[in-house]
C-alpha cells in the first residue's frame, strides 16, 4: 500500500488570498490602458504565470505592446505587489494551520506559477511570517523554462524535497495547476475557489473540497491510502 510521502501546495488561492492583489498590481504596472475587470482577470488571466496574466490582461483591454513594455510591466508589477503584499496579505483560511500541521511529520513544497520576488514579499509578511523556512522545496516561475500548466513546476518541486511523485499530494486550485501536477504524476486535491468542481475533476484531481479546514494532516494520510 502507497504512504503519503509529502505534499505540495500551490500559492494564490491556496496558501494566500492574493488574486485581488495581482490584479490590482498589474493595473498599476500597466497603466490607465489596462481596463479588463477583476472578474475578467479572474476567469481569462490566472493559473499561470505572471507573462501569461499580463498578456491576456493586455488583449483583454485591447492594448498592443512590444517585449520591451512586457519587461517594464514586470518590474513595475513586482514593486508594486511588494508594496501591497506588505500592507495587507490574506491566508486562505486554514492554510497557516494546514502547511505547518503537516511540516511537522513530511517534507512539503510550494509550487507557483509566481515569480521569486512576489513568493518571497508574501512569505515574509503572510501569518507573521509563519511559513518562511518551512518549505523544503519553493519552485517558482522564475525556476522554470516551461511554467504551468507544463509539469516542469512540480516536477521539480518533488525532485528537490528527494521524494517520488506518487507518495505526494498537490493541493491546488486551478485546472491549469492541476493539470501541472497530475501530469508530474502527483495525486492531486482540488479546491474550489472561482473555479466549478467539475472543472477540478476534469483537469485531474482525484479530490475536491470547498475549504483547507475540511483537511487535516490524518485525512490526507487516509485519503492517499484509498
Not at 490582461?57 to 512586457?70: I, N, Q
Not at 508530474?184 to 473555479?195: D, E, F, M, Q, S
Request: net charge negative; charged share 20%; hydrophobic share 40%.
Amino acid at each position: 500500500m502507497k504512504k503519503l510521502g509529502g505534499v505540495v501546495f500551490d500559492m494564490d488561492g491556496v496558501v494566500i488570498d492574493s488574486e485581488i492583489t495581482h490584479y490590482t498590481a498589474i493595473c498599476e504596472a500597466m497603466g490607465e490602458g489596462a481596463t479588463a475587470s477583476f472578474d475578467h482577470f479572474l476567469e481569462h488571466c490566472t493559473g499561470r504565470d505572471e507573462v501569461y496574466a499580463m498578456t491576456r490582461m493586455a488583449e483583454l483591454s485591447g492594448m498592443s505592446f512590444e517585449d520591451s513594455d512586457m519587461a517594464q510591466w514586470s518590474v513595475r508589477k513586482g514593486k508594486a505587489y511588494a508594496r501591497l503584499v506588505a500592507e495587507q496579505a490574506t491566508s486562505i483560511p486554514g492554510a497557516i494551520e494546514l502547511v505547518l500541521s503537516v511540516a511537522k511529520e513530511f517534507p512539503v513544497g510550494l509550487a507557483t506559477g509566481s515569480r521569486r520576488h512576489d513568493v518571497e514579499a508574501a512569505l515574509a509578511v503572510l501569518g507573521g511570517g509563519a511559513l518562511r523556512n518551512v518549505f523544503s522545496a519553493i519552485v517558482t516561475s522564475s525556476d522554470v523554462d516551461a511554467p504551468k500548466p507544463h509539469p516542469q513546476t512540480y516536477e521539480k518541486a518533488v525532485s528537490i524535497m528527494g521524494i517520488e511523485p506518487s507518495s505526494c499530494w498537490a493541493i491546488e486550485d486551478s485546472p491549469n495547476g492541476i493539470l501541472s501536477a497530475s501530469s508530474a504524476g502527483l495525486r492531486v486535491i482540488g479546491v474550489k475557489g472561482t473555479n466549478e468542481e467539475s472543472l477540478l475533476f476534469q483537469a485531474g484531481a482525484v479530490r475536491v473540497v470547498d475549504d483547507l479546514r475540511e483537511l487535516t494532516l490524518m485525512t490526507l494520510k487516509n485519503w492517499f491510502t484509498e
